[in-house]
C-alpha cells in the first residue's frame, strides 16, 4: 500500500520532498519551462500549511557526479520563490555539516532547497551511506518526483531504508491515478495512440497494451518497419532492418488477440529532412525512392480522429510526425486537437510526456486534456507494464 501525504503527520517535522525540478534552461541559464515547478506546487503548499518543514531535493541535467555551475539549482530556487510568494533557503549541497545547519533550524511552514543531487556520482548509484547522509534531513519522506521514479536512485529508493515514515506527493499520486487507472480498469472502448521515430522503442508498449486496448493507432517514423515488414516500397524512409521480423509479430498478435492495429493509409513525404525540402501528400502504396514520410497524411488524420473521438479511453505517447518542422506538424497538432475534443465529450485523454508533451504544449492545449505527464521515460515504462523502483520504495 502506498499511504498518501494526507495521511502523515507533517507539523513541526521536517518534511524531505523527493522533486522533479529539472526543467529546460537556455544558453543563459533562465528557466525556460517551469511547468515542473509548478507541478509540485500543491504537495509543497500542504507542508508548509500544515506546520512543516519542506526541505526540497532533486536532480538537474547530467553533472556527472561532480559540482558544475551550469547545473545548479540556485535558478530554480529563485523560480520557485516566485511562484510561491514565500522565500526559499538554499543550501550549497545536498549532504554535509552546513546543510545539516540550514536544515536543523528551519522553522515550521519554510522552505529549503538542496542543492544538485547529482553532483554527487552516489547519487545515480544509490549509495547506501550517501542515502543515509540526505535521510538526515528529514523526519519524514515525500516523493513528489514520477519523472524519475523509474530510476533507483539513493533519493528516490535507498532514502527509504532510513526513513520509515513515508508517503506519495499530489503530483506522484495523480500520475499514479490517471496512468494507473487506464492500464488496468480502463473505461472501454480503450484507444492508444503511438508514435516517434522507432519501433525498438515502443516493443515493450505494443506488447503490454496489446493485452489491454481495444484500438493501437501507431503513426510516427516507426510505420515504416510495419510497412516494410508487409512488403510495401517505402523509398528512403526511416527503417529499422532488424525489427522487421518484430514488426511482423506484432501484426499477427494484434490480429490473434482481436486488437485493432491501424496503421496510416497516407503520408506526407518530402525529397530531404528539411523543413524547406520539397513535399507532398501520397498513398502509403505510393512512396517512391528519393522520397521519404515525415508526417502522417489528411485521410490518416481523418481515420484516427474518428477513432479517437469514439473512444472513452485514450493514451498518447509520440508524435506523429517531425512536429519541429513546420511543415510536417499537422498529423501531431491533429491527434492534440482530437484528444482536446475528446475531452469535451467526456474521455479520459492521457499524455505520456516527453515529444508528447512538448508537442500538445507546443500547439497550447496542455490544459485541455486529463492529464499530461511530467514523466517522459517513467510513463514509458509505466505503459511498458514494469514496476517503477521509485514508487516500488513507498509501499508500506
Not at 529539472?22 to 515542473?36: E, F, M, Y
Not at 490480429?255 to 513525404?269: C, F, S
Not at 502509403?284 to 477513432?307: N, T
Request: hydrophobic residues 40%.
Amino acid at each position: 500500500m502506498i499511504r498518501s501525504i494526507d495521511e502523515l503527520q507533517l507539523a513541526g517535522k521536517r518534511v524531505l520532498v523527493r522533486v522533479d525540478f529539472n526543467v529546460p534552461q537556455d544558453d543563459t541559464g533562465a528557466i525556460t519551462d517551469d511547468i515542473r515547478i509548478r507541478e509540485s506546487l500543491p504537495t509543497i503548499t500542504k507542508i508548509i500549511e500544515s506546520g512543516g518543514k519542506a526541505i526540497l531535493m532533486s536532480h538537474l541535467g547530467r553533472p556527472k557526479g561532480k559540482k558544475n555551475p551550469k547545473y545548479s539549482l540556485a535558478p530554480v530556487a529563485e523560480r520557485l520563490q516566485t511562484l510561491l510568494g514565500k522565500p526559499v533557503k538554499f543550501a550549497p549541497d545536498c549532504v554535509g555539516d552546513d546543510v545539516g545547519k540550514i536544515t536543523a533550524i528551519m522553522n515550521d511552514g519554510e522552505i529549503a532547497l538542496l542543492e544538485n543531487l547529482r553532483f554527487h556520482e552516489e547519487e545515480e548509484g544509490n549509495d547506501p551511506e550517501f542515502a543515509r547522509r540526505i535521510a538526515a534531513h528529514g523526519d519524514v519522506y515525500v516523493n513528489d518526483a514520477f519523472g524519475s521514479a523509474h530510476r533507483a536512485h539513493a533519493s528516490t529508493h535507498g532514502v527509504t531504508q532510513y526513513i520509515k515514515s513515508r508517503a506519495a506527493g499530489y503530483l506522484m499520486l495523480k500520475e499514479l491515478k490517471y496512468l494507473g487507472d487506464a492500464i488496468a480498469k480502463p473505461v472501454r472502448p480503450f484507444t492508444a495512440i503511438l508514435g516517434g521515430s522507432k519501433i525498438s522503442g515502443k516493443i515493450d508498449v505494443i506488447q503490454n497494451l496489446l493485452n489491454k486496448c481495444d484500438t493501437i493507432l501507431v503513426g510516427g517514423g516507426m510505420i515504416f518497419t510495419f510497412f516494410k515488414a508487409m512488403g510495401k516500397e517505402i523509398g528512403d524512409s526511416l527503417v529499422e532492418e532488424d525489427k522487421i521480423e518484430l514488426a511482423k509479430s506484432l501484426i499477427s498478435s494484434a490480429a490473434e488477440g482481436n486488437v485493432r492495429l491501424l496503421l496510416p493509409t497516407d503520408a506526407v513525404v518530402a525529397d530531404a529532412f528539411d523543413n524547406n525540402a520539397q513535399h507532398k501528400i501520397v498513398s502509403i502504396d505510393s512512396i517512391e525512392q528519393g522520397w521519404r514520410g515525415l508526417d502522417i497524411g489528411p485521410a490518416s488524420i481523418e481515420l484516427f480522429k474518428q477513432e479517437i473521438l469514439a473512444s472513452k479511453t485514450v493514451v498518447w505517447n509520440g508524435p506523429m510526425g517531425v512536429f519541429e518542422m513546420s511543415n510536417f506538424a499537422a498529423g501531431t497538432k491533429a491527434i492534440a486537437e482530437a484528444l482536446a475534443e475528446a475531452t469535451k465529450r467526456g474521455a479520459t485523454t492521457i499524455v505520456g510526456g516527453g515529444d508528447s508533451a512538448a508537442a500538445i504544449a507546443q500547439f497550447g492545449l496542455e490544459h485541455a486534456v486529463s492529464h499530461v505527464s511530467t514523466g517522459g521515460g517513467a510513463s514509458l515504462e509505466f505503459l511498458e507494464g514494469k514496476v517503477l523502483p521509485g514508487v516500488a520504495a513507498l509501499e508500506t
